[in-house]
Antibody, heavy 121, light 109 residues
């Protein structure tokens, strides 16, 4: 069974940093691209970014709203994906979901339960 | 950037009724790149349909997707109590980028 478990959320002040982790199980982690999607309270879904598998260079892509502030990385030996968030803004407050991208990397076939990040002074 | 619009915003129906949800794109979208998700309160979204019309693993056949170009539809043939939720469409675009529609809430009439 595919499982994705996020951790690392919490309350952080504007301008500070936070790192989220996504621990995967039930599939060969290294074979898949992994994405982060967020949802502000009471709002819709927003793609944050993704990291390709090593077979596709392990490169990353980001939404314009987070580019230059957020960094996604992966440790295939531990089956963990990370989301490093720097220079956080109040508008980054959201539930952050870790997702597995399907093999074509065009949608998100499995989701974690999400972790809440609150950016507030 | 392609913008997705979903209608109606809210759909009030009774169990057993048919639900028809619309997703319209501001530019043509490849059918291979259009997906639908279901989200229940307090839960993560779940992939329902990918490639505009293919059901994801474990999705009942009362869910079906159709459409091409700029107009896509998610149909639930007979609503079950567990189907009352918010539904999002999503497209994959160049750059690459992913965008979601604002969602359609299906609630009990």
């Amino acid at each position: 069974e595919v499982q994705l478990v996020e951790s690392g959320g919490g309350l952080v002040q504007p301008g500070r940093s936070l790192r989220l982790s996504c621990t995967a199980s039930g599939f060969t982690f290294g074979d898949y691209a992994m994405s982060w999607v967020r949802q502000a309270p009471g709002k819709g879904l927003e793609w944050v970014g993704f990291i390709r598998s090593k077979a596709y260079g392990g490169t990353t892509e980001y939404a314009a709203s987070v580019k230059g502030r957020f960094t996604i990385s992966r440790d295939d030996s531990k089956s963990i994906a990370y989301l490093q968030m720097n220079s956080l803004k109040t508008e980054d407050t959201a539930v952050y979901y870790c997702t597995r991208s399907d093999t074509a990397m065009v949608d998100f076939d499995y989701w974690g339960q999400g972790t809440l990040v609150t950016v507030s002074s | 950037e392609i913008v997705l619009t979903q209608s109606p915003g809210t759909l009030s129906l009774s169990p057993g009724e048919r639900a028809t949800l619309s997703c319209r794109a501001s530019q043509s979208v490849s059918s291979s790149y259009l997906a639908w998700y279901q989200q229940k309160p307090g839960q993560a979204p779940r992939l329902l349909i990918y490639g505009a019309s293919s059901r994801a693993t474990g999705i009942p056949d009362r869910f079906s997707g159709s459409g091409s170009g700029t107009d896509f539809t998610l149909t639930i043939s007979r609503l079950e109590p567990e189907d009352f939720a918010v539904y999002y469409c999503q497209q994959y675009g160049s750059s690459p980028s992913f965008t979601f529609g604002p969602g359609t809430k299906v609630d009990i009439k």
